[in-house]
Structure formats: structure tokens, C-alpha cells
């Protein structure tokens, strides 16, 4: 019995609970279908708030998302103000009152104004995006149930440039590239603080509006540089995807990156998917140049223990061990992801496999790990031949509080970079490896390049080609990194269209040496005055004849006299035009080829011989100052 009446008093409290719910829910319908305008207008901020991260604000509390700029300060993204119109009809007592004032201030026919209101919605959007002098008429309506309402809009004024560095944003929130990592940045700096005290201040009468904003690595003018080059070379290789970036070799900041097919970020979901993907980031077949050089590291690194006399690369015995080659790939960052500030991604990987034809010997690569993208192999060569510092590509550079027309550092983003990735005995072979695997180019530089087939696995198999070049600039340590890749279906990678690729880059590389602002690894090549001017910078009395208008293509133009002139400045004049540049030697120009005088015509070959000025005229060192 008592059982049984446990159970019937759970049966009851199970109705009352049934009963109460209903009548709660009635009483919710209730206030619900009495106050519909504002249940509506709270469900509709809950999904607001839900869908944007906050709820909409009046006009004039919103914080904007902080703009992007390049290292000179021209913006790459900025978040301007939208404000709109809307009505709260409920809340309108005339509706014949406010139709044609508004009529006249937001240029819309009145007979248009009239079906959006009456149509029985309780919120209508009567104009988007409004200038001031609208705003304000509006204001000085002062009409009950009419609203402004304001939003910030992320827009990127250079369009498709550096666009895959860069990334998109929607509903305010970073989804790809730099603006996601812009994200974690200001979840980091969450709050603004009122005392600056604690803050390194950087400078005043910064360009934009308060708040916290991105500084990258990137260079608009080498950004240019690189756009145009593969411009070109998508024009005469139609549907093969081309990319071309610049890195320091010593911090791994970016200058430049650009590919190609892009997207415009401000209207990003009309591209395809493949389009916004990015090809630094998307695993190919490794060439075998790079397969070589790998390798060999390895065998360097299994022999230049500690203690262990170096000997040269040639002479050293082939007996590799493998936990050695394991931690070595795991060290260069060969392998796994890397933790680039614009990729949040795993690496593109379509299960691709290397090709190779029936006629190739089949060689033993050992663990060299044969599919990786070229962001990997940029880190792990770059890795190796600038002293086994452990650099990662990254493009911000540092994020600032700018307030009341002051900049405020809140984080300077260069990681602290680890060495000693290599063996002591290791570099200086390896940088001899890499020079006989290369070939010379302009400024000291040396080009490693070499051409694969990955076999993907699609719903058709499909085989892809591949082409991908280094240029270190200058080979002995360098300072600068060219990288150049292409990969498509039906790109044939044959004498023609490497001797294009290489060429071309060749042609760039002055161009971009010129412009990167601190000249760090070609110090050996100026006299001790330059030293002084590493930025490129005009000497007190140097004309500024000397920066030439460029040459259009297909134009010809006369070649002026460098001789007894510095590197600097030969650079400088020669900088715009479209020739390669060779130099030998070190100091000032004692004889050139053509000679002055000469027609240049596009493509042309500068070669310059230059000899150390151990006395330079004119030249006095930095004294210190006189005490006062």
C-alpha cells in the first residue's frame, strides 16, 4: 500500500506541474500579444546581440574596429560609420506628419514612404548608409518614432591587394587572414585605460581616429611591386595560380604577398572558394633541388655534433641518423603547422601525392617530408641559411592605442626568436650547399628553383605541376627572401616558362632592394657614408634628378654615367627602369656595361663593376656632442 501511494502522489504532483506550466505559458501568450511591439523589438535585440556580439547601441557609443595599416601607414582596412533611418510605427502618432519631411530630406517619393509603413510592420528601414547634412535634418525633426541607428562597416580601400594577408571580416568578426588575428588582439586589450602612464608612447598626429589599430610588416610600394610581376605572368599563363612575397631572413616580417587569381575582401561571398584559398598555405609535391638541400642538412647536422671538427660537405660520410632527421624537420618547421599570425588553418592538403614519371629514377629521400606547402619550405630553408634563427613568416607588427592625436604601444608582436636551431659546423656548409644548388642573380643574390607533379586525389584524379623558386638576397647572409610559386593543371613547366619565371623575378629584385627601408645584410657594399644613410635617403646636395619618371613598357631610354657614383645611388636611378642589374665588387662604379649613352631598351643588362673607396671624399664620422 504504500507503494502504491508513493506512486499516486508523484502522479498528482506531476499534473499540478503540468497544470502550473500551462498556465504560465498562457499568461506569457498574454503579455506577449499585448505588448507584441516590444517583445518583438527585445527578440529581435537578443538575436542582434546573439548574431553581432552586442546589442545595437545609440548613436555615438559604438567603438569602431581598428584600422590596418601598412608600415607606412597607408590603410589596407579601416571601419567607416553607416548611419540609417528606421521607423517604430507604434510609436508614430501621425503618419501624414512625418511622410513628407522625410520625403524631402532622404529623396524618396512619398507614395514609396507611405506602402513601407502601412503595411502593418512594426519596424521599417527607411534609408541606409545617409550623409551628415541628413543625419542632422533628421535630428532637428525631432519626430517620435523615427530612429538613427549606426553601425561601422569594414572597408579595404586597396581591394584585391595583399587580400589572402589581409583576410575579411563579417558581422564585425575577423573570419580569415590578419583581421582574425586582430580578434585575439583586442580580446586581449580589451579594455581601454584612461591613464597612459604605463604605455610607451611612439609619436603624435598619427593619421585616423582614436582607438586601437594593427601595424604590419607589409610595404605598399614592394606590395606594387610583386602585383605587377604576377600580373604579368598570369597574363601569358592563362589559368595557373601564381604568387610572389618578400621576407626578411632575419625576423621572418613579410614585405610583400601577393597572388593571383585574388579576391576583393569588400565583397568576398561572390568568389569561389578556391579563389579565397591560399596558395602559400597548400601542400605541393617538393621539388627535388629542395629535396637535395634538405637531405644534405640532415647529413650535416647527423655529423657536426658537439666536438666534432667540421669538414666539408663533400667529404663527409653518408651515414645520416634518422632521430636526428625527425627533430630536425620538428625544429625548421617543416612539418605541422605553423603559427602564422594571418593563418588559423590547417595546410591545404587534397591528398595529393609526388609524380613521378616512368622514365625518372626513383631516389631515396629518406624522411625529408615530400608534400609541404611553401609557407614550410620558406621557414625551413630560410631557417638554415640565416644561422639556424628560428624565424616565423608573420605580417603584424605591432598594435597601438592612438587617443587625442597620440600613439601609445600596446603590444610590440615580434616574438622573441630562438637560435642555435643547427649545429655550429652546419651553416657555413649549408650556405655553401645552397649557393652550388643555385644560380647567381643580380646584387649578390642567388635563385634555387626547381619544378614537380602532385597526383591529387579529386573525384577525377587529377595532376597538378608546380614551379617554385628562393632568391636570397645576398647569398652569403641574407637579408631578403624572394619567394616565387605557381601551380595549375596543364601548366607545363618546360625551358620557356622557367626561364620567364626566373627571369622575371631577376628583374625585381633591385627594385625591391631599393625600397625595403633598412638595407641590414648589403652594408659590405656601401663606402662608410652610406652606413650612415642605410634608408635610402638623399645626401645633403644630391638632386633629386636622380629619381627618373619610370619607363614605359616597350619605350627606350639613354643610360646615364654611374661611373665614380655609390651603389646607393645607382640604385636609386636605376631602380624604375626595367633592366637586370648586376654588380661585382664593393665601393663606387669604376666602369659600366652599356655605356652612357647607351639606348636601354626594357629588359636590358646593367652589369657594374665596383671597387672598395677606402678613403672617401668628403666623408667625416659622427662626432659626439660637446658637453654644454
Known amino acids: 500500500m504504500g507503494s502504491r501511494s508513493r506512486l499516486r502522489t508523484q502522479s498528482v504532483g506531476r499534473r499540478r506541474l503540468v497544470i502550473l506550466v500551462c498556465i504560465l505559458g498562457i499568461l506569457l501568450a498574454v503579455l506577449a500579444w499585448m505588448e507584441k511591439d516590444h517583445t518583438l523589438l527585445l527578440l529581435e535585440r537578443v538575436e542582434r546581440k546573439i548574431r553581432l556580439g552586442k546589442e545595437i547601441q545609440p548613436v555615438g557609443l559604438e567603438v569602431p574596429r581598428g584600422t590596418i595599416y601598412d608600415r607606412n601607414y597607408k ?18 502618432e501621425d503618419v501624414n506628419q512625418v511622410i513628407s519631411p522625410l520625403s524631402t530630406i532622404l529623396e524618396i517619393p512619398e507614395n514609396d514612404l507611405y506602402d513601407r509603413m502601412g503595411k502593418g510592420r512594426l519596424r521599417v528601414w527607411l534609408a541606409k548608409d545617409i550623409s551628415q547634412d541628413q543625419e542632422d535634418q533628421i535630428k532637428q525633426l525631432d519626430f517620435p518614432g523615427i530612429h538613427l541607428h549606426r553601425e561601422y562597416i569594414r572597408y579595404y580601400p586597396q581591394k584585391e591587394s595583399a587580400a589572402h594577408l589581409i583576410g575579411f571580416v563579417e558581422h564585425d568578426t575577423g573570419l580569415a587572414g ?48 610583386l602585383e605587377d610581376y604576377v600580373q604579368r605572368l598570369t597574363a601569358s599563363m592563362p589559368g595557373v595560380r601564381i604568387g610572389a612575397l618578400v621576407m626578411e631572413a632575419d625576423s621572418g616580417a613579410l614585405v610583400g604577398y601577393a597572388q593571383l587569381p585574388s579576391f576583393d575582401p569588400n565583397r568576398y561571398h561572390g568568389y569561389a572558394q578556391v579563389t579565397a584559398a591560399d596558395l602559400f598555405n597548400e601542400k605541393i609535391a617538393v621539388p627535388d633541388p629542395f629535396k637535395i638541400f634538405l637531405r644534405d642538412v640532415s647529413l650535416l647536422e647527423s655529423y657536426n655534433g658537439p666536438g ?22 620538428n625544429r625548421l618547421g617543416a612539418e605541422g603547422r605553423l603559427d602564422c599570425d594571418f593563418i588559423s588553418t590547417d595546410p591545404i592538403d587534397r591528398n595529393g601525392i609526388p609524380f613521378v614519371g616512368d622514365t625518372e629514377a626513383k631516389r ?13 619550405l620558406l621557414t625551413a630553408v630560410t631557417r638554415v641559411i640565416n644561422g639556424g634563427v628560428e624565424v616565423t613568416p608573420h605580417g603584424a607588427s605591432r598594435f597601438v592605442l592612438r587617443k587625442n592625436q597620440q600613439e601609445y604601444l600596446l603590444e610590440d608582436l615580434e616574438k622573441k626568436k630562438r637560435t642555435g636551431l643547427l649545429e655550429k659546423g652546419t651553416l657555413p656548409q649549408a650556405r655553401e650547399l645552397f649557393r652550388l644548388l643555385s644560380r647567381r ?32 638576397v645576398p647569398q652569403d647572409d641574407p637579408g631578403l627572401i624572394l619567394l616565387v610559386t605557381a601551380s595549375g593543371p596543364g601548366y607545363q613547366a618546360g625551358a620557356a616558362h622557367q626561364t620567364s619565371l626566373s627571369a622575371e623575378a631577376f628583374k625585381i629584385v633591385g627594385q625591391i632592394v631599393a625600397l625595403q627601408q633598412v638595407m641590414k645584410n648589403l652594408t659590405d657594399m656601401m663606402s662608410p657614408r652610406e652606413r650612415e644613410e642605410v634608408n635610402f635617403r638623399l645626401a645633403p646636395g644630391e638632386s633629386d634628378a636622380l629619381m627618373s619618371e619610370p619607363v614605359v613598357n616597350g619605350s627606350e631610354t639613354e643610360m646615364a654615367s654611374l661611373v665614380g657614383m655609390s651603389l ?60 654644454e
Not at 631515396?364 to 614550410?376: A, I, R
Open 308 to 329: 666534432v671538427p667540421p669538414l666539408p660537405w663533400s667529404l663527409i660520410a653518408e651515414n645520416r641518423k634518422l632521430g636526428i632527421q625527425l627533430q630536425l624537420w
Open 568 to 627: 646607393r645611388k645607382c640604385l636609386r636611378l636605376l631602380q624604375s627602369f626595367d633592366v637586370e642589374i648586376e654588380i661585382q665588387g664593393t665601393g663606387r662604379v669604376v666602369s659600366q656595361d652599356p655605356p652612357a649613352g647607351t639606348k636601354l631598351k626594357p629588359g636590358a643588362r646593367v652589369f657594374l663593376v665596383l671597387e672598395k673607396d677606402e678613403v672617401d671624399p668628403g666623408y667625416r664620422p659622427p662626432q659626439p656632442a660637446e658637453p
Open 178 to 225: 590578419i583581421e582574425e588575428y586582430l580578434n585575439k588582439l583586442e580580446a586581449r586589450h580589451r579594455l581601454m585605460k584612461d591613464d597612459m602612464d604605463d604605455l610607451l608612447r611612439m609619436g603624435d598626429t598619427r593619421p585616423g581616429i582614436d582607438g586601437r589599430h594593427l601595424i604590419l610588416t607589409l610595404d605598399a610600394k614592394i606590395q606594387s611591386i
Open 75 to 92: 590603410e589596407f582596412a579601416i571601419s567607416y560609420e553607416r548611419v540609417s533611418v528606421y521607423a517604430n510605427i507604434r510609436e508614430i
Open 441 to 472: 642573380g643580380p646584387l649578390d643574390s642567388s635563385m634555387m628553383e626547381g619544378e614537380s607533379s602532385s597526383l591529387i586525389d579529386t573525384a577525377g584524379a587529377g595532376l597538378l605541376h608546380h614551379y617554385l623558386s628562393m632568391v636570397a
Open 364 to 376: 631515396d629521400w629518406e624522411t625529408v617530408p615530400e608534400m609541404q606547402t611553401p609557407l614550410q
